[in-house]
């Protein structure tokens, strides 16, 4: 069994993830254009839209995401569409069923521990991502520090 850290939460997201792509393979969205739109679903409009992606997802081309799924009609201007609803609801639905023997069974308490910390490993890490990308000094080379940070989270 794998200790709490860096690997765990990484196999996880990797099966995870796997499962994601199964659920996508026939519907022509990738696994960032899926991140995209479920990310637009809870925009608030504060910022825009490809500035949260990159923010919350760390993808480099969100602009080019945010385009890809209004050509697909999936977004309205920086709105998910009615479509962009329909795919949400079909996929999340049948995400929700394949993964239910995940956690189905998992006692509460432990599921809102795993909130909590999850969710604080989380905010550490775009701590670290965020400082990692403001150079301390016109002498620092903030993208070695970026890559460093990847290195360490991806271990």
């Given at each position: ?81 009615t479509a962009g609803a329909e795919t949400l ?6 995400i929700k069923d394949l993964t239910a023997p ?54």
């Amino acid at each position: 069994m794998l200790g709490f850290g860096p690997q765990l939460i990484g196999e996880t997201e990797k099966s995870l993830n796997a499962i994601l792509r199964g659920v996508l393979a026939d519907t022509g969205l990738t696994e960032p254009q899926w991140v995209t739109l479920r990310i637009a679903a809870q925009h608030d409009g504060d910022a825009p839209l490809a500035t949260v992606v990159a923010q919350r997802a760390h993808f480099t081309d969100a602009p080019a995401l945010v385009e890809s799924l209004s050509e697909r009609g999936l977004l309205a201007g920086e709105r998910v569409s009615t479509a962009g609803a329909e795919t949400l609801a079909r996929l999340g639905a049948h995400i929700k069923d394949l993964t239910a023997p995940i956690w189905s069974d998992l006692p509460s308490d432990e599921v809102a521990a795993t909130e909590r910390v999850l969710n604080l490993v989380t905010a550490r890490a775009r701590s670290i991502l965020d400082s990692a990308a403001t150079p301390a000094s016109d002498e620092t080379d903030s993208s070695a520090g970026a890559v460093g940070v990847s290195q360490v989270v991806r271990s």
